[in-house]
């Protein structure tokens, strides 16, 4: 149980398009989805943190005109990178805790999407 | 400023040996911690918690260790085995008001290899 899974794993893109990346609870109705971004060799970064139906709440130094974040669903939240540049190269992660499971720490994590900008 | 610290950015251990993997934080709000391991080009896989009113955990072959006076916990794995090799992250939280789920706040990771 508890698998959460991204769309799609690898994107590559041309700078200045705009890229959407899908995290999706397959077995379980997630109350909060976070994103994450992790740089080689370093620690995943909290970007923002989404509750179904509300706006998202961005970290400091997050653009959220630039990665705008969408949870529609208790299943579903799109992270959409958009004009992207080659410095949005990165691996990023979502993340969710189980709707009824209140007050948990424990986040169930997608495989990741990595994308690279050219 | 770096909340939560793992110092050791590798570690290499015998097969059937043990491996102790030490996290640091200096938030003294946080009051739960969790250990992920992460595969290469994967996300992280929850592998086993502690709150802060225990000071150890215990899950088959992994034990988690805290000291909350010295703001350190360590993550045990005996035996050792090659599939443990993966990168460990040290999670910790701390309440914020108002959510139904709390923030958590990575370190930056130990490569693990186990050596057959």
């Known amino acids: 149980g508890a698998v959460v899974s991204q769309h799609p794993s690898r994107v590559i893109c041309k700078s200045g398009t705009s890229v959407k990346i899908e995290c999706r609870s397959l077995?379980?109705?997630?109350?909060?989805m976070f994103w994450y971004r992790q740089f080689p060799k370093q620690s995943l970064m909290l970007m923002a943190t989404s509750n179904e139906g509300s706006k998202a709440t961005y970290e400091q130094g997050v653009e959220k005109d630039k990665f705008l974040i969408n949870h529609a669903s208790l299943t579903l939240s799109t992270l959409t990178v958009t004009s992207a540049h080659p410095e949005d190269s990165s691996f990023y992660i979502c993340s969710a805790t189980e709707k009824g499971v209140y007050f948990t720490d424990t986040q169930y994590f997608g495989p990741g999407t990595r994308l690279t900008v050219l | 400023d770096q909340q939560v610290k793992q110092n050791s950015p590798s570690l290499s251990v015998q097969e059937g040996r043990i491996s102790i993997l030490n996290c640091d934080y200096t938030?003294?709000?946080?009051?739960?911690f969790l250990w992920y391991k992460k595969y290469p080009a994967e996300g992280p896989t929850f592998l086993i918690s502690i709150s802060s009113i225990k000071d150890k955990n215990e899950d088959g072959r992994f034990t988690v260790f805290l000291n909350k006076s010295a703001k350190h916990l360590s993550l045990h794995i005996v035996p050792s085995q090659p599939g443990d090799s993966a990168v460990y992250f040290c999670a910790a939280s701390a309440r914020i008001s108002g959510a139904g789920s709390y923030q958590l706040t990575f370190g930056k990771g130990t490569k693990l290899s186990v050596i057959p």
């Open positions: 938030n003294s709000m946080f009051d739960y």
């Open positions: 077995d379980f109705q997630a109350t909060t």
